[in-house]
């Protein structure tokens, strides 16, 4: 069986599984947007390792014979630029492997608040030894925002320490098997007040930029906690700026933010009630052989001919499941 010629984008950061890839494909590794260019003349398959580097779309012109784009991640919006979305060429990502990780920065999220982890970091700077208030997550309420594979397991880790948790996707729907319900996106704002916890886990596409915004913080609980490990640019960053900065909510945990990296001089880093990491919700010490794993099933499959996992709908912006 001929080999398909796979272009993989690199960057700066070695290829986990390059040896087995390069049994299964011509490989051509580029680590920049010109060498990508110049290698996606002939290439059925491009594999964007680097999934934060751009240059396909530099390229596009020379695609002639692309078949399967696959991004190492499961945000797509960065990729699918116009001629992609109109193009016959399928997309695949990489859904499933950043379900637990996320999940469990989110619990994280919860807890740095519930517990009450800002005062006693910062008694502990002063050498202060004084009791402090805390909280119970048994019995408190979470929204989590985007119903797909990483919204479910993080439904169902805050469900197993008794967060009731609900959903906000495209449908409104009731007997769901990992949310309690399930509400329509555009009532987000009429459902925020009945929620300790908001969390953003939804893709970014036209329908959930700033999702989180000025009215949707105005109806939360002052009690509340927004945790963000989607996208910077579903909330409405000055409004959330605005809402914690007069504590029209308690707090916010954001793992995105827009842009990224933050600058030095936002506003954000000065917050007490705000904790900041840089896009690391998904990672893990396995998620690299994971990944590699991943690509190279649906790699087989491909030169077998099998349907290939994770298809992205290109003009909703994500994978479509049952779920």
Known sequence: MPKPVLTILAGSRPVTGLERLEALADV?????????????????????????????????AGADALKWVHLPAAG????????????????????GIFDAAMAEYALA????????FPRATLNQRERLWKHFGTSNLAGTRALVAGTGSIGRATARLLRAVGI???????????????????????DFASVARGY???????????????????????????????????RGELVDQDALVAALSANGIAGAVLDVTHPEPLPESDPLWGLDNVLITPHLAGDSRTHLPALAAQFEANLVAYREG?????????RLGFVVSGG
């Open 109 to 116: 999220g919860i807890l740095y608040f519930a517990k009450n």
């Open 196 to 230: 300790d916890y908001v969390i953003l886990a939804a893709p970014l596409t036209s329908g959930t930029r700033d999702m989180l915004n000025q009215e949707v913080l105005a109806a939360m609980r002052p009690s509340a906690v927004v945790v963000n490990m989607g």
């Open 76 to 95: 797509v919006d960065r990729l699918l630029f116009p001629e992609l979305a109109a193009s016959n060429v399928t997309v695949t990502n990489a859904r």
């Open 28 to 60: 051509r590794l580029a680590t920049d947007a010109a060498e990508l260019a110049a290698a996606l003349p002939g290439s059925e398959i491009v594999y964007l390792w680097d999934y934060f580097a751009d240059g396909l779309r530099q390229g596009w």
């Open 164 to 186: 009731e948790a609900d959903g906000l996707g495209r449908t409104a729907r009731n007997g769901d098997p990992d949310f309690f319900a399930i509400h329509n996106s555009a």
């Open 306 to 314: 099998r349907p290939l996992a994770n298809v992205v709908d290109k």
